[in-house]
């Protein structure tokens, strides 16, 4: 099984940057296609990004676009979410995904392993 582990959450200002981690057990990261998802308090869980097999083919959801960027580095098996611009709004606990396709997809149902989720807060 593939075990995925967020870091980088904590609280920032209206305005302020973070940048989360997704460190994976995979042997081939490369393989799979990644996603960030995102989910408040007594709200669904919504689609933030995601990124392919190549880090040429992302997606982002159009709340973030312009203000987020993911990327990842398959040799350290580990995918990124950079946020810039954060609103009081994209505060939520975030979850990583991965699944083992060539292309993303924004289906939170479509991925296969899921990590524990690492609290983002943004004050305004």
């Known amino acids: 099984q593939v075990q995925l582990v967020e870091s980088g959450g904590g609280l920032v200002q209206a305005g302020g940057s973070l940048r989360l981690s997704c460190a994976a057990s995979?042997?081939?990261?490369?393989?799979?296609?990644m996603g960030w998802f995102r989910q408040a308090p007594g709200k669904e869980r919504e689609f933030v990004s995601s990124i392919g097999w190549r880090s040429s083919s992302t997606y982002y959801a159009d709340s973030v676009k312009g203000r987020f960027t993911i990327s990842r580095d398959n040799a350290k098996n580990t995918v990124y979410l950079q946020m810039n611009s954060l609103k009081p709004e994209d505060t939520a606990v975030y979850y990583c995904?991965?699944?083992?396709?060539?292309?993303?997809?924004?289906?939170?149902?479509?991925?296969?392993?899921w990590g524990q989720g690492t609290q983002v807060t943004v004050s305004s």
């Open positions: 995979a042997r081939t990261f490369s393989s799979y296609a």
């Open positions: 995904a991965a699944r083992f396709r060539q292309i993303a997809t924004p289906r939170g149902d479509e991925y296969d392993y």
